[in-house]
């Protein structure tokens, strides 16, 4: 018997008797049944739903014909706004529906009116420009309804303002605050408790598993069903909020919160002014002492020289003796005795990283030209998960990506969250790959470690590129090789370049979706959540198997726990990830069911390696060649 939501996505159903164009699809309207069921019997369900299945669609039926409140959770911000102002929009009107529905952001999204106030009025800025956007932002802030700060188009996503009139879990006065009845942030979460349908993201709903305490209380409503799409990203979103973070950034926004204080309302107490300048002048000694830019190496390997050992013992004694500072003056305002909380907390963080449990966790830092970023991050969260999901298990959950399963098998990705009770699903791709598609995997291009591998890897591109009049994506593993490639292909003056970095991701992908002959280059952050369909895309080319980097602290840490245990860490944790990775970038292809297109894998170790085949299995079924002759006329022709 066919379901309800099934039917009303079938030829018979409104959606049909609303698009002339529209195509039923098998794969979608099963996928909707399976989503509908689980809703209706508050069950976990895992989907992997290929390319073009129709998955928004397939869960925003159900969830809306669900008599129920329904969380839905993305990856990013992106995409949450896709789904409150396009998609859910779109299929209530078609459904003839009206549920009362709300777009729920963290906090740094939202203006924080007591921040913004405080910093006008007391914060000597550093860079001029600053003040200039505070002003612009307290003339926004008197006509916004939400507080959005997405919605103040004159703001850059980097402008140097956003920490003056945003707040944070840690310097966020909640109730107390003198501004609490016009809050923003505590207004969206009225909003958000009183709907029907809350669409949020992954930060946000691991913020409010792990976390609980953000002077709100609760940050995401309960709800009888959720709904997690993008479904891969979880587990490592997941990493950060199971750890523990202790940044320069922290401590200079103590500081300089301190300063502020001090200024506005205990200058009597100059010990805050005191221990503010000495805690700043030991975070610039010890950064110093840090010495090169790194991207994620082990704590241990800087704490145990004893230059950085008894400079971070000076630092913590500081923050410590701040601490005790502010706990005798906060007693005089909610904002003193925040900053009593905050220091205290940075006191218990700072002593963390003098120890750590190898077996349980792993310490790494982070260092940039002016800061660092310390880090504890757990091995294993399945327990975690489970612990901070148990009060909601009454609920329905629904996880679902285009990539959550290795050849079919989810056992990965149930590993990761402590998943392994839930239902499986596997709704395939719509899409004729065979005809839509050619998979080219170059010869000769040598060891993917050889120093001149990016070189052969251009090169072997090359002829495709001006085949296919650029409408290309060249997906990297590293920077380097971006950066690389990148200088190679400017001589070439008949190809528009893009490459990331160099804008933000949303103007790189409209420039290159309306600039002829265009190429884009990118890195990790162009393999997923990114959609061009259509003639502007027909060539992707992969430069090497997207195996996480071995010498990554996490990485390391986590496969020397597998090889304790007795597992083999590469196939049980390195070859399904990797796996993953290259399903997503794979995907950028093909897009649409007109579509047509190359997707060339320069590794040779594809065909090279015996476990190349578990790759190639889960690809899309497209025709492979290794004729590059084959692959230009393909191209040529498109």
């Not at 979103?237 to 502020?260: E, H, K, M, P």
């Not at 706990?327 to 990283?353: C, G, M, P, V």
């Amino acid at each position: 018997m066919t379901s309800h939501a099934s039917f009303l996505l079938s030829e018979q159903g409104p959606f049909a008797d609303s698009f002339s164009n529209y195509r039923e699809r098998a794969s979608q309207r099963a996928m909707a049944e399976s989503v509908e069921s689980a809703l209706a019997n508050q069950e976990s369900l895992l989907i992997e739903a290929g390319t073009g299945t129709g998955k928004t669609f397939a869960y925003l039926v159900p969830a809306i014909e669900l008599d129920g409140k329904t969380v839905i959770s993305t990856g990013t911000r992106n995409l949450q706004d896709q789904l409150f102002f396009k998609d859910l929009p779109m299929v209530f009107k078609v459904l003839g529906k009206r549920r009362k529905v709300a777009l729920l952001k963290g906090r740094q999204n939202y203006l924080c009116l007591h921040r913004m106030d405080m910093n006008l009025d007391g914060t000597q800025f550093t860079m001029p420009d600053t003040g200039e956007e505070l002003a612009k932002i307290r003339e926004w802030s008197r006509k916004t309804r939400d507080g959005d700060l997405s919605q103040a188009h004159f703001i850059a996503e980097d402008s140097s303002a956003i920490p003056f009139v945003t707040s944070t879990a840690d310097n966020c006065l909640g109730k107390d605050c003198p501004a609490y009845d016009d809050c923003f942030v505590a207004k969206a979460r009225r909003h958000a408790m009183e709907s029907d349908i809350v669409v949020i993201n992954h930060h946000l709903l691991m913020a409010d598993l792990a976390l609980k305490e953000d002077g709100f209380g609760e940050l995401v409503p309960r709800a009888d069903a959720y709904i997690i799409d993008e479904a891969h990203q979880l587990p490592d979103i997941a990493s950060v909020f199971f750890g523990q973070n202790f940044s320069s950034r922290q401590l200079q926004d103590i500081t300089r919160d301190c300063l502020l204080a001090y200024h506005s309302e205990a200058k009597d107490c100059r010990g805050l002014k005191e221990y503010s300048e000495i805690i700043d002048k030991q975070v610039a000694d010890l950064r110093l002492l840090l010495g090169d830019e790194v991207h994620r190496q082990f704590w241990k390997e800087y704490i145990q020289q004893d230059v950085v050992h008894e400079q971070f013992g000076a630092l913590t004694d500081s923050i410590e003796a701040l601490c005790d500072l502010l706990k005798e003056q906060a007693i005089r305002s909610r904002d003193l005795e925040n900053l009593f909380e905050r220091a205290e907390s940075l006191f218990e963080k700072a002593q963390l990283f003098f120890n750590n449990d190898e077996e349980k966790d792993v310490q790494w830092i982070e260092i940039y030209r002016k800061s660092f970023n310390l880090n504890t991050t757990p091995l294993d969260i399945a327990d975690n998960f489970q612990k901070a999901t148990a009060p909601y298990r009454q609920a329905s959950w629904v996880l679902t990506s285009a990539t959550l399963a290795v050849n079919e098998n989810f056992s990965h990705f149930q590993h990761k969250l402590g998943l392994g009770q839930a239902k499986t699903e596997v709704f395939p791709s719509p899409f004729d790959y065979s005809e839509q598609a050619l998979l080219y995997l170059p010869r000769y291009l040598g060891n993917p470690s050889s120093p001149d591998y990016t070189r052969h890897f251009i090169e072997a591109a090359l002829p495709q590129l001006k085949a296919s009049r650029g409408r290309a994506f060249l997906l990297f593993t590293s920077h380097k090789a971006l950066q690389d490639a990148a200088e190679m292909l400017e001589k070439h003056r008949e190809f528009n370049l893009f490459v990331q970095g160099q804008a933000s991701k949303t103007y790189l992908l409209e420039k290159f979706r309306q600039t002829d002959n265009s190429v884009l280059l990118g890195t990790f952050s162009f393999w997923e959540g990114v959609d061009v369909a259509g003639d502007a895309l027909s060539f992707v080319a992969i430069d090497k198997l997207p195996f996480a980097s071995p010498g990554d602290p996490v990485n390391q840490a986590r496969i020397h726990a597998l090889k304790q245990k007795g597992r083999d860490a590469f196939f049980s944790f390195q070859l399904p990830d990797a796996i993953i990775n290259l399903k997503q970038g794979a995907g950028r292809l093909i897009r649409d069911v007109a579509d047509k297109g190359v997707l060339m894998i320069g590794d040779p170790r594809l065909v090279g390696r015996t476990y190349g085949q578990r790759f190639l299995n889960d690809l899309p079924p497209m025709l492979p060649t290794r004729n590059s002759e084959l692959v230009k006329e393909f191209l040529e022709n498109l």
